[in-house]
């Protein structure tokens, strides 16, 4: 977003691949999302706080 009365240019590269995580440095966000539904119901779509941040096995039980 451009928050001032001047024109702005940016460069957007892509290569479209799915899904996509994408870091927002400015706000402190993950987006992770994917073009395609997910075999446990619709696409992907998340946005998080980098604060929030968990460790991986977090609410995992161990097995055996």
Known sequence: MNRTDEAVRYVVAACHVSPEVVEHVDSGKVLAMAQTES?????????????AEVDYFDGEEPKG
């Open 39 to 51: 075999p446990r119901g619709p696409r992907l779509w998340s946005v998080h706080r980098l604060e």
